[in-house]
């Protein structure tokens, strides 16, 4: 499979826990992003990397959050003592860098916090 | 804000007729795309149009750019059921994309 994977596709968590979710982008794309998503919403902007760099972060990750690429490949995003209100779809996509490339999207983990 | 908003939130049209979806923004932008989204899955890249392009087209899809007024549109013919999804244009800024609310569309067999 050469798209973007993502695991799990589903968790299902209690307040307080802990979750890490990951991202493996198209081997060849240097960029890669984390949104998120409510029902009915737009994806939100989280953070992206170029390679293994962390280059911006939204004001939407709270210091509960952390995403690393550590070696310029996968990525993951872990959320720290989670609350109800993180319970979302998290979305991971790569694109090969710059403004002219779309996104090639994941099919997302969906986090459920009871 | 400086994401693209969709109009209207919700269309509903019968198969073979034809779709037409609108996105406004506010600043200044290098480029624009749509993306498709079928219900629970990932978001699927239709086409992108860069800020000196004033149409572009790939198959049923046409999109419309004008700077000026600071919109876009996204137009699908001959519509069919299987185009039931939510669509969202995305507007750059710095290298990454924001995404408005998009367009909800089903297509009645």
């Known amino acids: 499979d050469t798209g973007v994977s993502q695991d799990p596709r589903h968790k299902i968590t209690k307040r307080g826990q802990n979750v890490t979710f990951r991202c493996d982008p198209i081997s060849e794309h240097n960029r890669l992003y984390w949104y998120r998503q409510t029902l009915g919403q737009g994806p939100e902007f989280l953070t992206y990397?170029?390679?293994?760099?962390?280059?911006?972060k939204s004001r939407l990750l709270s210091d509960r959050f952390s995403a690393e690429r550590p070696k310029g490949s996968f990525s993951t995003l872990e959320i720290q003592r989670t609350e109800q209100g993180d319970s979302a779809m998290y979305l991971c996509?790569?694109?090969?860098?710059?403004?002219?490339?779309?996104?090639?999207f994941g099919s997302g983990t969906r986090l459920t916090v009871v | 804000s400086q994401q693209g908003e969709e109009d209207p939130q919700a269309l509903s049209i019968q198969e073979g007729e034809n779709a037409t979806m609108n996105c406004s923004y506010k600043?200044?932008?290098?480029?624009l795309q749509w993306y498709r989204q079928n219900s629970g899955r990932g978001l699927v890249h239709l086409i992108l149009i860069r800020s000196n392009e004033r149409e572009k087209h790939s198959g049923r899809l046409r999109v419309t750019l004008d700077t000026s007024k600071k919109s876009s549109s996204l137009l699908i013919t001959a519509s069919r059921a299987a185009d039931t999804a939510s669509y969202f244009c995305a507007v750059d800024n710095f290298n990454k994309f924001y995404f408005g609310s998009g367009t909800k569309l089903n297509v009645k067999p």
């Open positions: 600043t200044s932008i290098n480029n």
């Open positions: 996509a790569s694109s090969l860098g710059g403004i002219l490339y779309g996104y090639t």
């Open positions: 990397f170029q390679n293994e760099a962390q280059l911006e």
